[in-house]
């Protein structure tokens, strides 16, 4: 930063020597003050703790999800929880060199209590996988019951976790855990989400197969709205980048 001539109105007034050094002097003190202060933030962040958990962990889903989080170094803690599997799925985890702590826990002595206690952030892709000739109402019936028990368990002893629903009909289950969380008195939401990325991803591919270059999958992005159901949901194909 340099020191320029300053003009009170009534003429140049150059700064002496001793205002230069003491203006110098401020200013270095203020850089050290700012790098201090952005060391110590950074520091914090460092030093914070984030706890993930998958609930139905050691199903198709669950299984390559929790690979992913074990391999972010964000996390610091993985916690694993479904009816089987669950500690083996985390064994074999645990041998990634990457920060996070893997812990597998079954239903029980109060496996689902202990796997929740301190998440941040809970991903739930358990329940049944739809099959050939299913209908997303026969899918309900069966997954509805398994949602809004894990629901109670999050309420119960992660109340301030981000909770993230993969667990189909996502259109469904995201307001049964709603429900299970107001009736508890906990819901937030700006903490409650649908995860539907995959339409995102499928509508980038389709489209940049349909524009004849399906390596460029990745350079599209298409919003896709309406939830995951297949009456609902919308890709907006006007707002697609780069344009169609």
Request: charged share 15%; net charge neutral; proline share 7%.
């Amino acid at each position: 930063m340099e020191i320029e001539e300053f003009d009170g109105g009534n003429g140049g007034i150059e700064a002496t020597s001793a205002d230069r050094m003491q203006i110098r002097s401020s200013i270095r003190s203020q850089e050290w003050a700012g790098a201090t202060i952005a060391q110590i933030r950074f520091d914090q962040i460092q030093s914070m703790t984030l706890k993930a958990v998958v609930l139905g962990a050691a199903g198709g889903i669950g299984q390559p999800l929790s690979l992913l989080l074990k391999a972010n170094s964000a996390i610091t803690e993985l916690a694993l929880f479904d009816i089987v599997n669950t500690p083996g799925v985390a064994a074999d985890l645990s041998h990634i060199d990457t920060p996070a702590t893997v812990q597998g826990y079954l239903p029980p002595d109060d496996g689902l209590k202990k796997a929740l206690t301190g998440a941040n952030v809970v991903v739930i892709p358990a329940g049944v996988p739809r099959k050939p000739g299913m209908t997303r109402d026969d899918l309900f019936k069966i997954n509805a019951g398994i949602i809004r028990d894990l629901a109670i368990g999050i309420a119960t002893n992660a109340p301030k976790a981000f909770v993230l629903v993969i667990s189909n009909p996502v259109n469904s289950t995201v307001p049964i855990v709603a429900e299970v969380l107001k009736k508890h008195g906990v819901f937030d939401p700006k903490r409650l989400f649908g995860v539907t990325t995959l339409d995102v991803v499928r509508a980038s591919t389709f489209i940049a197969t349909v524009a004849g270059s399906p390596s460029k999958a990745p350079t599209y992005t298409v919003p896709v709205v309406g939830g995951h159901s297949g009456v609902t949901i919308i890709p907006l194909l006007s707002q697609a980048t780069p344009s169609l």
